[in-house]
């Protein structure tokens, strides 16, 4: 079993910054590629930026420039960078992972955290 759990969401002013995490946790596997997605009240989840394993990265239009993605694989974890927040941003956020244990992939999904950017 693995489980991802965000953290690092919270209530911040319009040009504010905050640094997401996700943490990967379980038993013999390993992270392909993670994204982070986020889902504002009333709208579609969608998708804010992927990394690769290699560390490729891309971002939603939206974002670039302002956001960063990053992962650290020797702590299994992925970090989204978010600088000059706009009240627009605000959403729940969450982690995507491709996983493969025992040689099969699958995508795992965390728990949410709540970014809320005040005017």
Sequence with gaps: QVQLVE?????????????LSCAASGNTFTIIGIGWYRQAPGKQRE????????????Y?????????ISRDD???TAYLQMNSLKPEDTAVYYCNAGIER??????Y????TQ?????
Excluded: H
């Design 109 to 112: 999904w965390g728990q949410g």
């Design 115 to 119: 970014v809320t950017v005040s005017s």
């Design 47 to 58: 998708l804010v930026a992927t990394i690769s394993r290699r560390g490729n990265t891309n």
């Design 102 to 107: 025992y040689g099969i992939q699958s995508p």
């Design 60 to 68: 939603a239009d939206s974002v670039k420039g302002r956001f960063t």
């Design 7 to 19: 953290s690092g969401g919270g209530l911040v002013q319009a040009g504010g910054s905050l640094r």
């Design 74 to 76: 020797a702590k299994n």
